[in-house]
Protein backbone atom coordinates (compact mmCIF):
# COMPACT_ATOMS: atom_id res chain seq x y z
CA UNK A 1 0.00 0.00 0.00
CA UNK A 2 1.40 3.53 -0.94
CA UNK A 3 1.10 6.71 0.94
CA UNK A 4 -1.86 8.77 -1.37
CA UNK A 5 0.05 12.03 -0.61
CA UNK A 6 3.10 10.70 -2.16
CA UNK A 7 3.62 11.99 -5.80
CA UNK A 8 6.42 9.86 -7.02
CA UNK A 9 5.80 6.45 -5.93
CA UNK A 10 7.93 3.79 -7.12
CA UNK A 11 5.80 2.63 -9.53
CA UNK A 12 5.60 6.31 -11.23
CA UNK A 13 9.25 6.16 -11.13
CA UNK A 14 9.87 2.83 -12.73
CA UNK A 15 7.88 3.63 -15.57
CA UNK A 16 9.21 6.75 -16.31
CA UNK A 17 12.61 5.41 -16.31
CA UNK A 18 11.33 2.02 -18.59
CA UNK A 19 7.92 3.46 -20.01
CA UNK A 20 6.04 -0.14 -21.01
CA UNK A 21 4.77 0.06 -24.95
CA UNK A 22 7.22 2.38 -25.68
CA UNK A 23 7.23 2.09 -29.67
CA UNK A 24 6.21 3.23 -32.49
CA UNK A 25 3.74 1.28 -34.49
CA UNK A 26 3.68 1.24 -37.66
CA UNK A 27 0.85 -0.86 -39.09
CA UNK A 28 -1.58 1.25 -36.39
CA UNK A 29 -5.59 1.35 -37.30
CA UNK A 30 -5.48 4.46 -35.11
CA UNK A 31 -2.90 7.06 -33.55
CA UNK A 32 -3.42 10.86 -32.44
CA UNK A 33 -0.94 13.45 -31.00
CA UNK A 34 -0.91 15.36 -27.63
CA UNK A 35 1.17 18.50 -26.68
CA UNK A 36 0.91 20.82 -23.72
CA UNK A 37 2.83 23.46 -25.52
CA UNK A 38 3.22 25.28 -21.85
CA UNK A 39 4.67 22.21 -20.55
CA UNK A 40 6.48 20.76 -23.95
CA UNK A 41 4.70 17.35 -23.24
CA UNK A 42 4.07 15.60 -26.42
CA UNK A 43 3.25 11.98 -27.57
CA UNK A 44 1.96 9.85 -30.21
CA UNK A 45 -0.46 7.22 -29.29
CA UNK A 46 -0.93 3.80 -31.61
CA UNK A 47 -3.56 1.38 -31.77
CA UNK A 48 -4.38 -1.37 -32.97
CA UNK A 49 -8.36 -2.87 -33.17
CA UNK A 50 -9.69 -5.96 -33.15
CA UNK A 51 -13.48 -4.56 -34.04
CA UNK A 52 -14.10 -2.97 -31.37
CA UNK A 53 -10.89 -4.59 -28.72
CA UNK A 54 -8.08 -3.01 -28.22
CA UNK A 55 -5.50 -5.34 -29.75
CA UNK A 56 -2.00 -3.59 -29.44
CA UNK A 57 -1.94 -0.13 -28.06
CA UNK A 58 1.82 2.01 -27.80
CA UNK A 59 3.02 5.30 -27.30
CA UNK A 60 5.77 7.65 -28.03
CA UNK A 61 7.10 10.93 -26.98
CA UNK A 62 8.91 12.92 -24.49
CA UNK A 63 7.86 14.83 -21.06
CA UNK A 64 7.93 15.04 -17.45
CA UNK A 65 7.64 11.82 -15.14
CA UNK A 66 4.05 11.84 -14.57
CA UNK A 67 2.56 12.00 -18.00
CA UNK A 68 5.15 9.46 -19.44
CA UNK A 69 4.31 7.12 -16.44
CA UNK A 70 0.15 7.21 -16.78
CA UNK A 71 0.69 7.21 -20.52
CA UNK A 72 2.94 3.44 -19.77
CA UNK A 73 0.34 2.67 -17.09
CA UNK A 74 -2.19 3.32 -19.65
CA UNK A 75 -1.31 1.34 -22.27
CA UNK A 76 -0.70 -1.26 -19.81
CA UNK A 77 -4.03 -1.42 -18.78
CA UNK A 78 -6.14 -1.36 -21.55
CA UNK A 79 -4.39 -4.11 -23.90
CA UNK A 80 -7.46 -6.76 -24.50
CA UNK A 81 -10.14 -4.59 -23.43
CA UNK A 82 -12.85 -3.14 -26.07
CA UNK A 83 -13.47 0.72 -26.37
CA UNK A 84 -16.05 0.75 -24.04
CA UNK A 85 -14.08 -0.52 -21.37
CA UNK A 86 -11.77 1.66 -22.29
CA UNK A 87 -14.15 4.76 -21.96
CA UNK A 88 -14.80 3.23 -18.28
CA UNK A 89 -11.61 3.22 -17.16
CA UNK A 90 -10.65 6.51 -17.99
CA UNK A 91 -13.35 8.33 -16.34
CA UNK A 92 -12.51 6.45 -13.22
CA UNK A 93 -9.04 7.25 -14.13
CA UNK A 94 -10.18 10.76 -14.26
CA UNK A 95 -12.26 11.23 -11.15
CA UNK A 96 -9.29 9.37 -8.82
CA UNK A 97 -6.69 12.67 -10.27
CA UNK A 98 -9.13 15.15 -10.02
CA UNK A 99 -11.32 14.69 -6.99
CA UNK A 100 -9.75 15.47 -4.01
CA UNK A 101 -12.60 13.45 -1.94
CA UNK A 102 -13.59 10.78 -3.89
CA UNK A 103 -12.76 6.97 -2.43
CA UNK A 104 -10.32 5.26 -3.84
CA UNK A 105 -11.47 1.65 -4.58
CA UNK A 106 -7.67 -0.09 -5.33
CA UNK A 107 -9.71 -3.18 -6.44
CA UNK A 108 -11.20 -0.95 -9.10
CA UNK A 109 -8.42 1.13 -10.47
CA UNK A 110 -5.63 -1.41 -10.02
CA UNK A 111 -2.28 0.23 -10.96
CA UNK A 112 -3.22 3.16 -12.06
CA UNK A 113 -3.76 3.95 -8.16
CA UNK A 114 -0.28 4.47 -8.20
CA UNK A 115 -1.14 7.96 -9.79
CA UNK A 116 -3.83 9.15 -7.27
CA UNK A 117 -1.44 11.53 -5.47
CA UNK A 118 -1.67 14.16 -8.83
CA UNK A 119 -4.90 14.67 -6.96
CA UNK A 120 -2.93 17.14 -4.42
CA UNK A 121 -1.50 18.61 -7.27
CA UNK A 122 -3.43 20.62 -9.29
CA UNK A 123 -0.67 21.73 -11.73
CA UNK A 124 0.06 18.69 -12.63
CA UNK A 125 -3.51 16.96 -13.65
CA UNK A 126 -3.15 18.33 -16.87
CA UNK A 127 0.19 15.68 -17.34
CA UNK A 128 -1.37 12.39 -16.24
CA UNK A 129 -4.28 13.00 -18.09
CA UNK A 130 -2.44 13.91 -22.14
CA UNK A 131 -2.32 10.72 -22.54
CA UNK A 132 -5.81 9.36 -21.71
CA UNK A 133 -7.02 12.89 -23.97
CA UNK A 134 -5.20 11.48 -26.61
CA UNK A 135 -6.14 8.24 -26.85
CA UNK A 136 -10.11 9.19 -26.74
CA UNK A 137 -8.96 11.87 -29.76
CA UNK A 138 -7.55 8.58 -32.01
CA UNK A 139 -10.71 6.33 -30.90
CA UNK A 140 -12.93 9.47 -32.00
CA UNK A 141 -10.86 9.99 -35.15
CA UNK A 142 -12.24 6.92 -36.59
CA UNK A 143 -15.47 7.76 -36.45
CA UNK A 144 -15.16 11.38 -37.19
CA UNK A 145 -12.17 10.80 -39.45
CA UNK A 146 -10.52 14.44 -38.30
CA UNK A 147 -7.01 14.54 -37.41
CA UNK A 148 -6.58 17.10 -34.27
CA UNK A 149 -3.44 17.43 -32.07
CA UNK A 150 -5.11 17.23 -28.50
CA UNK A 151 -3.86 19.49 -25.36
CA UNK A 152 -4.95 19.14 -21.94
CA UNK A 153 -4.13 22.88 -21.23
CA UNK B 1 29.92 37.41 -14.51
CA UNK B 2 31.66 41.10 -13.23
CA UNK B 3 33.82 40.82 -9.88
CA UNK B 4 32.69 40.82 -6.81
CA UNK B 5 34.13 43.59 -4.78
CA UNK B 6 32.70 44.38 -0.87
CA UNK B 7 30.37 41.06 0.09
CA UNK B 8 27.70 42.43 2.31
CA UNK B 9 27.77 40.66 5.74
CA UNK B 10 25.37 38.27 5.89
CA UNK B 11 23.46 39.90 9.60
CA UNK B 12 23.37 43.16 7.04
CA UNK B 13 21.06 40.52 4.76
CA UNK B 14 19.02 39.22 7.94
CA UNK B 15 17.85 42.35 8.56
CA UNK B 16 16.95 42.68 4.98
CA UNK B 17 14.97 39.92 5.53
CA UNK B 18 13.34 40.97 8.37
CA UNK B 19 11.88 43.82 5.99
CA UNK B 20 10.08 41.47 3.68
CA UNK B 21 7.04 39.06 6.30
CA UNK B 22 6.43 36.82 3.63
CA UNK B 23 9.66 35.26 3.85
CA UNK B 24 8.72 33.75 7.64
CA UNK B 25 6.02 31.51 5.75
CA UNK B 26 6.39 27.99 6.08
CA UNK B 27 5.37 26.30 2.67
CA UNK B 28 4.89 22.32 3.30
CA UNK B 29 6.28 22.62 6.64
CA UNK B 30 9.31 24.34 5.08
CA UNK B 31 10.98 27.75 5.40
CA UNK B 32 10.15 29.10 2.63
CA UNK B 33 12.78 29.56 -0.17
CA UNK B 34 11.81 31.83 -2.56
CA UNK B 35 13.91 31.69 -5.69
CA UNK B 36 11.33 32.79 -8.02
CA UNK B 37 12.62 36.79 -7.69
CA UNK B 38 12.77 36.88 -11.89
CA UNK B 39 8.80 35.84 -11.84
CA UNK B 40 8.18 38.80 -9.12
CA UNK B 41 9.96 39.62 -5.86
CA UNK B 42 8.07 40.16 -2.66
CA UNK B 43 7.57 42.94 -1.28
CA UNK B 44 9.21 44.81 2.21
CA UNK B 45 6.53 46.54 4.75
CA UNK B 46 7.25 49.65 3.60
CA UNK B 47 5.47 48.99 0.16
CA UNK B 48 2.84 46.96 1.47
CA UNK B 49 2.08 49.48 4.93
CA UNK B 50 1.85 52.24 2.14
CA UNK B 51 -0.82 50.39 0.73
CA UNK B 52 -2.98 49.84 3.65
CA UNK B 53 -2.29 53.55 4.14
CA UNK B 54 -3.40 54.83 0.86
CA UNK B 55 -6.78 53.15 1.64
CA UNK B 56 -6.96 54.08 4.95
CA UNK B 57 -6.08 57.62 4.91
CA UNK B 58 -6.30 59.17 1.37
CA UNK B 59 -8.30 56.99 -0.90
CA UNK B 60 -9.75 59.47 -3.63
CA UNK B 61 -9.68 60.22 -7.29
CA UNK B 62 -6.67 62.34 -8.61
CA UNK B 63 -6.39 65.31 -11.08
CA UNK B 64 -10.24 65.75 -10.54
CA UNK B 65 -11.61 66.97 -7.15
CA UNK B 66 -10.81 70.26 -5.45
CA UNK B 67 -11.32 68.45 -2.07
CA UNK B 68 -8.63 67.84 0.16
CA UNK B 69 -8.16 63.80 -0.29
CA UNK B 70 -7.86 64.55 -4.07
CA UNK B 71 -5.68 66.73 -3.12
CA UNK B 72 -3.17 64.34 -1.36
CA UNK B 73 -3.99 61.50 -3.03
CA UNK B 74 -2.78 63.74 -6.60
CA UNK B 75 0.23 65.20 -4.95
CA UNK B 76 1.26 61.64 -3.78
CA UNK B 77 0.34 60.19 -7.16
CA UNK B 78 2.69 62.78 -9.05
CA UNK B 79 5.46 62.51 -6.13
CA UNK B 80 6.20 59.40 -7.49
CA UNK B 81 6.13 59.93 -11.12
CA UNK B 82 9.27 62.59 -10.04
CA UNK B 83 10.60 59.54 -7.80
CA UNK B 84 10.59 57.08 -11.03
CA UNK B 85 12.14 60.17 -13.01
CA UNK B 86 14.93 60.43 -10.72
CA UNK B 87 15.52 56.76 -10.28
CA UNK B 88 15.77 56.62 -14.36
CA UNK B 89 17.16 59.97 -14.78
CA UNK B 90 14.80 61.15 -17.56
CA UNK B 91 14.96 64.42 -18.24
CA UNK B 92 11.75 65.69 -17.69
CA UNK B 93 8.10 64.14 -16.17
CA UNK B 94 6.48 64.61 -19.37
CA UNK B 95 8.82 61.62 -20.33
CA UNK B 96 7.82 59.34 -17.29
CA UNK B 97 4.35 57.52 -18.07
CA UNK B 98 2.25 55.28 -15.78
CA UNK B 99 1.33 51.89 -16.74
CA UNK B 100 0.37 48.33 -15.91
CA UNK B 101 2.88 46.93 -16.15
CA UNK B 102 6.11 46.18 -19.12
CA UNK B 103 3.58 44.39 -21.35
CA UNK B 104 1.37 47.75 -21.20
CA UNK B 105 3.59 49.81 -21.67
CA UNK B 106 5.33 47.95 -25.00
CA UNK B 107 2.04 47.34 -26.39
CA UNK B 108 1.66 51.30 -26.09
CA UNK B 109 5.03 51.82 -28.29
CA UNK B 110 3.96 49.13 -30.77
CA UNK B 111 0.07 50.49 -31.04
CA UNK B 112 0.44 54.25 -30.78
CA UNK B 113 4.07 54.82 -32.43
CA UNK B 114 4.00 51.61 -34.46
CA UNK B 115 0.78 52.37 -35.76
CA UNK B 116 1.38 55.81 -36.72
CA UNK B 117 5.16 55.41 -37.96
CA UNK B 118 5.53 51.54 -39.22
CA UNK B 119 4.92 51.56 -43.23
CA UNK B 120 5.10 48.25 -45.50
CA UNK B 121 8.64 47.45 -46.04
CA UNK B 122 10.09 48.77 -43.00
CA UNK B 123 11.82 46.60 -40.52
CA UNK B 124 11.20 46.05 -36.39
CA UNK B 125 14.43 44.12 -34.97
CA UNK B 126 14.11 41.93 -31.80
CA UNK B 127 16.25 39.51 -30.68
CA UNK B 128 15.92 35.43 -30.64
CA UNK B 129 15.83 35.83 -26.11
CA UNK B 130 12.92 38.77 -26.20
CA UNK B 131 10.31 37.55 -23.47
CA UNK B 132 7.02 36.64 -25.32
CA UNK B 133 5.62 40.36 -24.62
CA UNK B 134 8.15 41.41 -26.39
CA UNK B 135 7.82 39.43 -29.51
CA UNK B 136 4.33 38.87 -29.64
CA UNK B 137 3.05 42.95 -29.83
CA UNK B 138 5.85 43.81 -32.48
CA UNK B 139 4.31 40.32 -34.70
CA UNK B 140 0.63 41.86 -34.19
CA UNK B 141 1.56 45.49 -35.58
CA UNK B 142 3.95 43.89 -38.23
CA UNK B 143 1.08 41.97 -39.84
CA UNK B 144 -1.17 45.00 -39.69
CA UNK B 145 1.43 47.50 -41.71
CA UNK B 146 3.22 45.09 -44.01
CA UNK B 147 6.34 45.68 -41.79
CA UNK B 148 9.03 42.86 -41.52
CA UNK B 149 10.13 41.38 -38.37
CA UNK B 150 14.04 40.08 -37.98
CA UNK B 151 15.14 38.84 -35.39
CA UNK B 152 19.00 39.18 -33.69
CA UNK B 153 20.49 35.47 -33.48
CA UNK B 154 22.47 34.50 -29.86
CA UNK B 155 25.00 31.98 -29.26
CA UNK B 156 25.15 28.86 -27.20
CA UNK B 157 25.69 30.71 -23.80
CA UNK B 158 23.64 33.56 -24.76
CA UNK B 159 25.23 36.27 -25.73
CA UNK B 160 23.34 37.97 -28.91
CA UNK B 161 25.51 38.33 -32.19
CA UNK B 162 26.22 41.84 -32.37
CA UNK B 163 28.39 41.47 -36.04
CA UNK B 164 25.00 39.64 -37.13
CA UNK B 165 22.78 42.57 -35.75
CA UNK B 166 24.72 44.76 -37.54
CA UNK B 167 24.16 43.39 -40.79
CA UNK B 168 20.63 43.20 -40.11
CA UNK B 169 20.09 46.98 -39.11
CA UNK B 170 20.31 49.39 -42.64
CA UNK B 171 17.81 52.39 -43.88
CA UNK B 172 14.79 50.17 -43.43
CA UNK B 173 15.22 49.79 -39.37
CA UNK B 174 12.89 51.89 -37.83
CA UNK B 175 12.52 49.90 -34.31
CA UNK B 176 15.35 48.32 -32.50
CA UNK B 177 13.03 46.50 -29.54
CA UNK B 178 15.50 44.57 -27.02
CA UNK B 179 15.58 43.02 -23.42
CA UNK B 180 18.22 44.50 -21.14
CA UNK B 181 18.32 41.58 -19.35
CA UNK B 182 16.89 38.06 -19.87
CA UNK B 183 14.51 36.64 -17.97
CA UNK B 184 15.13 32.99 -18.89
CA UNK B 185 19.19 33.32 -19.37
CA UNK B 186 20.26 36.02 -16.88
CA UNK B 187 22.08 37.54 -19.97
CA UNK B 188 22.52 41.29 -19.39
CA UNK B 189 22.77 42.63 -22.73
CA UNK B 190 25.68 45.66 -24.42
CA UNK B 191 22.38 47.97 -24.99
CA UNK B 192 24.86 50.93 -24.94
CA UNK B 193 26.46 49.52 -27.91
CA UNK B 194 23.02 48.05 -29.27
CA UNK B 195 21.14 51.39 -29.36
CA UNK B 196 24.55 53.57 -31.01
CA UNK B 197 23.91 51.15 -33.87
CA UNK B 198 20.73 51.83 -34.34
CA UNK B 199 20.94 55.38 -33.90
CA UNK B 200 23.50 55.66 -36.55
CA UNK B 201 20.68 54.17 -38.85
CA UNK B 202 18.10 56.35 -37.34
CA UNK B 203 15.70 53.44 -36.01
CA UNK B 204 14.16 54.01 -32.69
CA UNK B 205 15.27 52.01 -29.45
CA UNK B 206 12.97 50.61 -26.85
CA UNK B 207 14.33 48.59 -23.76
CA UNK B 208 12.98 45.68 -21.88
CA UNK B 209 13.91 46.57 -18.56
CA UNK B 210 11.80 44.24 -16.60
CA UNK B 211 14.82 41.73 -15.29
CA UNK B 212 16.97 44.56 -14.99
CA UNK B 213 15.89 47.77 -13.09
CA UNK B 214 15.76 45.96 -9.79
CA UNK B 215 19.50 44.67 -10.46
CA UNK B 216 21.43 47.43 -11.80
CA UNK B 217 21.17 51.91 -11.86
CA UNK B 218 19.67 52.70 -15.13
CA UNK B 219 20.16 56.74 -16.56
CA UNK B 220 18.06 56.86 -19.94
CA UNK B 221 19.59 59.72 -20.52
CA UNK B 222 22.79 58.39 -20.86
CA UNK B 223 21.54 55.03 -22.48
CA UNK B 224 20.05 57.68 -25.08
CA UNK B 225 17.44 54.97 -25.73
CA UNK B 226 14.10 56.19 -27.17
CA UNK B 227 11.98 53.95 -24.53
CA UNK B 228 12.37 52.62 -21.90
CA UNK B 229 10.13 50.39 -19.89
CA UNK B 230 9.67 48.00 -16.67
CA UNK B 231 7.34 46.71 -14.07
CA UNK B 232 7.03 47.63 -10.30
CA UNK B 233 6.80 44.15 -8.80
CA UNK B 234 9.99 42.54 -9.86
CA UNK B 235 11.15 45.67 -8.26
CA UNK B 236 9.95 44.44 -5.07
CA UNK B 237 6.36 46.99 -5.58
CA UNK B 238 3.18 46.12 -6.65
CA UNK B 239 1.69 44.14 -9.39
CA UNK B 240 -0.56 46.58 -12.07
CA UNK B 241 1.65 49.42 -11.55
CA UNK B 242 4.57 50.24 -14.61
CA UNK B 243 6.13 52.65 -16.45
CA UNK B 244 6.93 53.59 -20.13
CA UNK B 245 10.01 56.06 -20.53
CA UNK B 246 9.80 58.04 -23.81
CA UNK B 247 11.84 60.77 -25.07
CA UNK B 248 9.72 63.69 -25.05
CA UNK B 249 10.21 64.72 -28.87
CA UNK B 250 9.22 60.87 -29.97
CA UNK B 251 6.43 61.10 -27.22
CA UNK B 252 4.76 64.39 -28.95
CA UNK B 253 4.36 62.93 -32.14
CA UNK B 254 2.69 60.00 -31.21
CA UNK B 255 -1.11 59.55 -31.02
CA UNK B 256 -2.97 58.42 -27.82
CA UNK B 257 -3.18 54.90 -27.04
CA UNK B 258 -6.41 55.03 -25.31
CA UNK B 259 -9.29 57.46 -25.17
CA UNK B 260 -11.33 58.70 -22.29
CA UNK B 261 -10.98 60.56 -19.11
CA UNK B 262 -7.68 62.40 -17.68
CA UNK B 263 -6.26 62.00 -21.13
CA UNK B 264 -8.25 64.88 -22.78
CA UNK B 265 -8.52 68.49 -22.45
CA UNK B 266 -11.68 69.58 -24.47
CA UNK B 267 -14.14 67.16 -25.47
CA UNK B 268 -16.90 68.57 -28.13
CA UNK B 269 -18.59 65.99 -29.82
CA UNK B 270 -17.21 67.28 -32.90
CA UNK B 271 -13.68 67.74 -31.88
CA UNK B 272 -11.47 66.37 -28.91
CA UNK B 273 -8.05 68.03 -28.15
CA UNK B 274 -5.77 65.99 -26.19
CA UNK B 275 -3.89 66.71 -23.22
CA UNK B 276 -0.53 67.27 -22.54
CA UNK B 277 2.15 65.07 -21.55
CA UNK B 278 2.47 62.49 -20.15
CA UNK B 279 -1.19 62.66 -19.84
CA UNK B 280 -2.11 61.87 -22.80
CA UNK B 281 -1.14 58.42 -22.22
CA UNK B 282 -2.64 57.55 -19.28
CA UNK B 283 -6.98 57.45 -20.04
CA UNK B 284 -9.15 56.45 -17.45
CA UNK B 285 -8.84 56.80 -13.39
CA UNK B 286 -5.18 54.86 -12.99
CA UNK B 287 -4.14 52.39 -10.13
CA UNK B 288 -3.56 55.36 -7.66
CA UNK B 289 -2.47 52.75 -4.93
CA UNK B 290 0.18 50.60 -6.01
CA UNK B 291 1.68 53.66 -8.23
CA UNK B 292 2.25 55.62 -4.90
CA UNK B 293 3.63 51.83 -2.98
CA UNK B 294 5.97 51.99 -5.98
CA UNK B 295 7.15 54.95 -4.65
CA UNK B 296 8.37 52.91 -1.21
CA UNK B 297 9.51 50.41 -3.20
CA UNK B 298 11.91 52.77 -4.86
CA UNK B 299 13.23 54.04 -1.59
CA UNK B 300 13.61 51.22 -0.03
CA UNK B 301 16.01 49.78 -2.96
CA UNK B 302 17.91 53.25 -3.34
CA UNK B 303 18.30 53.24 0.54
CA UNK B 304 20.69 49.90 0.31
CA UNK B 305 21.77 51.19 -3.22
CA UNK B 306 22.77 49.24 -6.13
CA UNK B 307 26.39 48.69 -4.93
CA UNK B 308 25.33 46.54 -2.11
CA UNK B 309 22.34 44.94 -4.90
CA UNK B 310 25.08 43.60 -7.45
CA UNK B 311 28.05 42.66 -4.81
CA UNK B 312 25.28 40.65 -2.78
CA UNK B 313 23.41 39.10 -5.80
CA UNK B 314 26.71 38.63 -7.94
CA UNK B 315 27.83 36.74 -5.58
CA UNK B 316 24.78 34.18 -4.83
CA UNK B 317 24.69 33.73 -8.56
CA UNK B 318 28.68 32.69 -8.37
CA UNK B 319 27.84 30.79 -5.37
CA UNK B 320 25.10 28.84 -7.19
CA UNK B 321 26.67 28.37 -10.08
CA UNK B 322 29.82 27.11 -8.53
CA UNK B 323 28.09 24.42 -5.41
CA UNK B 324 25.20 23.57 -8.08
CA UNK B 325 27.93 22.44 -10.60
CA UNK B 326 29.06 19.28 -9.27
CA UNK B 327 25.83 17.66 -9.18
CA UNK B 328 26.07 15.15 -11.73
CA UNK B 329 24.23 15.82 -15.33
CA UNK B 330 23.37 19.59 -14.12
CA UNK B 331 23.73 21.76 -16.80
CA UNK B 332 23.63 25.53 -17.19
CA UNK B 333 21.22 27.00 -19.14
CA UNK B 334 22.79 30.78 -20.25
CA UNK B 335 26.49 31.04 -19.88
CA UNK B 336 26.87 34.83 -21.23
CA UNK B 337 30.12 36.94 -19.84
CA UNK B 338 27.67 39.39 -18.54
CA UNK B 339 24.85 38.16 -16.10
CA UNK B 340 22.30 38.88 -13.71
CA UNK B 341 21.00 36.84 -10.62
CA UNK B 342 19.37 34.09 -12.94
CA UNK B 343 20.49 30.45 -12.86
CA UNK B 344 19.02 28.73 -15.30
CA UNK B 345 19.51 25.15 -15.30
CA UNK B 346 18.72 21.50 -15.87
CA UNK B 347 19.03 18.34 -14.87
CA UNK B 348 19.92 15.23 -16.61
CA UNK B 349 17.44 12.37 -16.77
CA UNK B 350 15.01 14.83 -14.28
CA UNK B 351 12.41 16.39 -16.75
CA UNK B 352 12.06 20.23 -15.22
CA UNK B 353 8.18 20.43 -14.24
CA UNK B 354 9.59 17.17 -11.63
CA UNK B 355 12.09 18.62 -10.75
CA UNK B 356 9.82 21.56 -9.50
CA UNK B 357 6.98 19.93 -7.84
CA UNK B 358 9.79 17.98 -5.64
CA UNK B 359 11.34 21.76 -4.78
CA UNK B 360 8.49 22.67 -3.47
CA UNK B 361 7.33 19.63 -0.95
CA UNK B 362 10.87 21.10 0.44
CA UNK B 363 9.30 24.52 0.51
CA UNK B 364 11.44 25.92 -2.27
CA UNK B 365 9.80 27.77 -4.91
CA UNK B 366 11.56 28.27 -8.18
CA UNK B 367 10.48 28.41 -11.80
CA UNK B 368 9.92 25.58 -14.13
CA UNK B 369 8.93 25.96 -17.63
CA UNK B 370 9.24 28.02 -20.57
CA UNK B 371 9.85 31.35 -19.18
CA UNK B 372 7.84 32.84 -21.66
CA UNK B 373 10.38 32.75 -23.80
CA UNK B 374 9.76 29.68 -26.32
CA UNK B 375 11.92 30.81 -29.27
CA UNK B 376 14.99 30.68 -26.38
CA UNK B 377 13.84 26.68 -25.32
CA UNK B 378 13.94 26.13 -29.25
CA UNK B 379 17.56 27.12 -29.28
CA UNK B 380 18.96 25.28 -26.90
CA UNK B 381 16.63 22.45 -27.63
CA UNK B 382 14.83 21.34 -24.42
CA UNK B 383 10.94 21.75 -23.67
CA UNK B 384 11.61 23.71 -20.27
CA UNK B 385 14.01 24.81 -18.22
CA UNK B 386 14.42 25.21 -14.48
CA UNK B 387 15.27 28.57 -12.65
CA UNK B 388 16.50 29.84 -9.35
CA UNK B 389 16.36 33.54 -9.29
CA UNK B 390 17.78 35.56 -6.53
CA UNK B 391 17.13 39.01 -5.40
CA UNK B 392 18.58 40.67 -2.38
CA UNK B 393 16.98 38.66 0.67
CA UNK B 394 18.19 35.59 -0.88
CA UNK B 395 21.22 34.16 1.10
CA UNK B 396 23.84 31.60 0.77
CA UNK B 397 22.00 29.08 3.23
CA UNK B 398 19.17 29.27 0.61
CA UNK B 399 20.99 28.31 -2.52
CA UNK B 400 22.50 25.30 -0.02
CA UNK B 401 18.70 24.26 0.69
CA UNK B 402 18.36 24.29 -3.11
CA UNK B 403 21.28 22.21 -3.81
CA UNK B 404 19.81 19.22 -0.96
CA UNK B 405 16.85 19.60 -2.45
CA UNK B 406 18.43 19.14 -6.00
CA UNK B 407 19.96 16.16 -4.30
CA UNK B 408 16.81 14.94 -3.28
CA UNK B 409 15.00 15.12 -6.32
CA UNK B 410 17.51 12.79 -7.85
CA UNK B 411 16.97 10.26 -5.18
CA UNK B 412 13.41 10.35 -5.76
CA UNK B 413 13.11 10.44 -9.01
CA UNK B 414 16.03 7.15 -9.00
CA UNK B 415 18.71 9.53 -11.20
Known amino acids: ?153 | MSGVTNLVPSDVVDKWRKDFPILRQKINGKDLVYLDNAATTQKPNTVIDTISRYYTEINSNIHRGVHTLSQLATDEYELTREKVRQFINAKSLSEVVFTRGTTEAINLVVNAWGGAELKPGDEVIISEMEHHSNIVPWQMICEKTGAILNVIPMNDDGDLLIDEYKKLVNEKTKMVAVVHVSNALGTVNPIEEIIEIAHAHNAKVLIDGAQAVAHLAVDVQKLDCDFYVFSGHKLYGPTGIGMLYGKESVLEKMPPYQGGGDMIRMVTFEKTEYNDLPYKFEAGTPNIADTIALSAAIDYVLAIGFDAIHAHETALLDYATESLKVIPGFRVIGTAKEKASVLSFMIKGIHPHDLGTILDTEGIATRTGHHCAMPVMTHFNVPATARASFALYNTKAEIDVLKAGLLKTMEVMGV
Open chain 1, 1 to 153: MFDLKELYQEIIVDHNRAPRNFREMEDADLKAEGFNPLCGDKLVVYLKLDKDVIADVSFQGEGCAISVASASLMTDQLKGRTEQEAEKIFETFHELVTDRDSEIDLEKVGKLGALAGVREFPARVKCATLCWHTLNSALDDQDKNTHATISTE
